[in-house]
């Protein structure tokens, strides 16, 4: 991945930063960010609920394979470590979500309610706030209709915030805690604001990229569509071909997160913001694959419960607050996603 432009203005933050939910998609592109930002010279702690891998454990400082809902095992990390920055990326997705609901509560919410802990723990300590980054998501939407989502257009921030999801209603929650500790927590924000947790958050869209492939999402049916034009399977899609939501890709995604990260807090009207890049339907995807893979093979077998899902998410995210604030503003549009990013990556990839 190339370097974000906004590393140019690395902070001279010196203390750990913690990543939780390492193994996942985003952990994997942000590891090999922050490796090429910091060659070293900051601590990076990678944790996950399983081990990593050792080619990605070799872009952290220290791994450990723990369960972020397990409450002494996370206190023990953040008393072992200075950490000035949590990037907490752990999460059961939507569809898996579905699945188990109380484990769900447990890991998305529970797990968050851990890792804010330490962070304002460590902002005490440390006498300074504590970076909480946080990735939230279009899951948090709610519109009860499809003529509703139509009538809704691009949502900004502050509508349609009735998620039909388990993860939704999770992270909707904790976009809620991240504003108590930031603002509330034991009115220290008041008295010593110096020792808060500086809590910063992104709802994102689905997440295409070229390494690697999602699961237990509801998005997944755009990389999953794609990766497997790219390796000649047939793919059987699980939405209707109309079914639109945004998308953006991963490179963008890890950019974004890292230029709100790097924005002087006085900047940031809000806490947590909308991106966007492009809102594809599911049969315009279909079509832009066939564009680079002739031979792909979709076919549509839309499933009642991840229908559902889709439909309740709106057709697009009003993004304004981000552009004005803090700068933002996709690399990738959806030619460029495809044809700078996706289709050379991928072909290199599989070798097709
Ligand atoms: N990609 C996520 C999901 O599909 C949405 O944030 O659950």
């Known amino acids: 991945m190339t370097e974000p432009k906004s590393s140019r203005a690395a902070s001279t933050d010196t203390g750990a930063i913690l990543v939780s939910g390492a193994g996942g998609e985003m952990g994997h592109a942000l590891l090999e960010a922050f490796a090429q930002r910091y060659h070293g010279k900051r601590e990076i702690i990678a944790m996950d609920v399983r081990e990593l891998p050792k080619d990605r454990a070799a872009h952290a400082s220290k791994a450990y394979a723990c369960d972020v809902s397990d409450p002494a095992a996370i206190d023990d990390i953040g008393l072992k470590h200075d950490v000035s920055e949590v990037w907490h990326l752990a999460a059961l997705l939507s569809t898996r979500g579905e699945k188990s609901p109380e484990l769900a509560l447990k890991v998305n919410v529970m797990g968050s309610a851990n890792l804010l802990k330490l962070a304002a723990d460590s902002a005490v300590r440390r006498g300074t706030p504590v970076k909480f980054m946080f990735p939230s998501t279009i899951a948090i939407y709610g519109v009860p209709t499809l003529a509703d989502k139509r009538a809704a257009g691009r949502v900004d921030e502050d509508h349609c915030l009735e998620p039909i999801t388990m993860y939704g209603v999770n992270k909707r929650a904790v976009e809620e805690m991240g504003r108590y500790y930031a603002r509330h927590y034991r009115l220290l924000a008041a008295d010593r604001p110096e020792c808060t947790v500086d809590f910063r958050s992104i709802r994102f869209p689905g997440i295409i990229s070229a390494d690697t492939v999602p699961s237990g999402g509801t998005s997944d049916y755009g990389p999953e569509m794609l990766h497997s034009a790219a390796q000649g399977k047939p793919y ?43 809102a594809p339907s599911a049969e315009e995807i279909a079509a832009k694959v066939r564009e680079f893979f002739p031979k792909a093979d979709t076919t549509y077998a839309p499933t009642l419960e991840r229908q559902r899902i889709i439909d309740s998410w709106p057709e697009d995210c009003d993004d304004s607050a981000a552009r004005r604030d803090w700068g933002w503003k996709p690399q990738h549009d959806f030619n460029r996603a495809f044809a700078e990013y996706i289709v050379p990556k991928i072909k290199a990839r599989y070798g097709c």
Not at 247 to 257: C, E, G, I, K
């Open 236 to 278: 059987a899609c699980f939405v209707r071909p109309d079914s639109r939501i945004p998308f953006m890709t991963m490179p963008d995604a890890v950019r974004s997160l890292m230029e709100l990260a790097d924005a002087p807090r006085a900047k940031l009207s809000r806490l947590v913001y909308n991106v966007s890049a492009f």
